[in-house]
């Protein structure tokens, strides 16, 4: 059975900074790994594609967070992080990982930011 377990989210002021831990557990192998990644869902929102790197090192992010949000990743240790600074209020939302293998997608049960102006 695989768990992905975030850390991280709570309140910031606008212009601050969080980073969002998520680490695996259970049956997943690093060499399988495809992609980890980060999603979010706004109230009222669909969740959307915030960040995501794979397995050679190669990252994507959305544009609303470019320049703003670092990921990174550790197959290996099955671990993804998100950097976030300069934060601002529409960046409120829950964050789920992500993680892509070659058999299946796992997701997190989501860590809550909340950014207050």
């Known amino acids: 059975q695989v768990q992905l377990v975030e850390s991280g989210g709570g309140l910031v002021q606008a212009g601050g900074s969080l980073r969002l831990s998520c680490a695996a557990s259970g049956s997943i192998f690093s060499f399988i790994i495809k992609t980890m990644g980060w999603y979010r869902q706004g109230p009222g929102n669909q969740r959307e594609l915030v960040a995501f790197?794979?397995?050679?090192?190669?990252?994507k992010y959305a544009d609303s967070v470019k320049g703003r949000f670092t990921i990174s990743g550790d197959n290996a240790k099955r671990t993804v992080y998100l950097q976030m600074n300069s934060l601002k209020p529409e960046d409120t939302a829950v964050y789920y990982c992500k993680i892509v293998t070659v058999f299946n997608d796992y997701w997190g049960q989501g860590t809550q930011v909340t950014v207050s102006s």
């Open positions: 790197v794979t397995s050679d090192g190669s990252t």
